[in-house]
Nanobody, 115 residues
Framework: QVQLVESGGGLVQPGGSLRLSCTTSRSIFSINAMGWYRQAPGKERELVAHITLWGGTIYRDSVKGRFTVSRDNAKNTMYLQMNSLKPEDTAVYYC?????????WGQGTQVTVSS
């Protein structure tokens, strides 16, 4: 069974920062572009950022300039550095491949931005 494990979420005040991590097996990480997704209560899951095998990145407009996605191929780990967090960033954050593979969804990590 494929496992993608997200970690690093938590409660942070507006304007604060968090760094999320996503770890999986080398067999998955080494051949796939990877993405960070989020799902807020009552909303559909959306793609936040993605990174290609060679480090190219794309962000949704609402996080540009605040979030940075990176990957460490030696550690089979993808990161999401989130700065200047806003209440509207509150969601469960997930990682998956690009394109999505339905069986790869993990438990996600909760990010709550609140004062």
């Amino acid at each position: 069974q494929v496992q993608l494990v997200e970690s690093g979420g938590g409660l942070v005040q507006p304007g604060g920062s968090l760094r999320l991590s996503c770890t999986t097996s080398r067999s998955i990480f080494s051949i796939n572009a990877m993405g960070w997704y989020r799902q807020a209560p009552g909303k559909e899951r959306e793609l936040v950022a993605h990174i290609t095998l060679w480090g190219g990145t794309i962000y949704r407009d609402s996080v540009k300039g605040r979030f940075t996605v990176s990957r460490d191929n030696a550690k089979n780990t993808m990161y999401l550095q989130m700065n200047s967090l806003k209440p509207e960033d509150t969601a469960v954050y997930y990682c998956n491949t690009i394109p999505i593979r339905a069986g790869f969804w993990g438990q996600g990590t909760q990010v709550t931005v609140s004062s």
